[in-house]
């Protein structure tokens, strides 16, 4: 279990802001194309570079360890361009993903099933 998460005790949105703000990245693995955990968007919107599986947003799409980690090490070893990309994304989710556009990608995908 990850420390700062406890099933007991609730977490608020502003608890999850902190402890975004004290990260270098978040790796969030991804299981449907198209719809990504809020975690995903709330920490790109406030500027923390993100890694998944499988994104619109990210570098590329994977399931392999070994991409992530790849991932992460271009992550640290390239900043600036990080800082570019982080910045192009955080537009892209402020314009595009709004509550009624993250509702009915969640929508769409209930529906193929």
Do not use: C, H
């Not at 990260?23 to 995903?40: E, H, N, R, W």
């Amino acid at each position: 279990m990850v420390s700062w998460i406890d099933k007991k005790t609730p977490q608020g949105r502003i608890d999850f802001f902190k402890n975004y703000f004290a990260s270098d990245v978040l790796i969030q693995p991804m299981v449907t194309d198209g719809l990504f955990a809020k975690t995903v968007i709330d920490a790109m919107d406030v500027g923390l570079p993100t890694i998944t599986s499988r994104s619109d947003y990210t570098i590329g799409p994977s399931e392999k360890s070994e991409d992530i980690v790849s991932a992460f090490n271009f992550f640290k070893d390239n900043p600036a361009s990080v800082r570019e990309m982080v910045d192009r994304a955080r537009e892209k989710v402020r314009r595009e993903n709004t509550w009624d556009s993250y509702i009915s990608r969640l929508e769409s995908l209930l529906s193929r099933e």
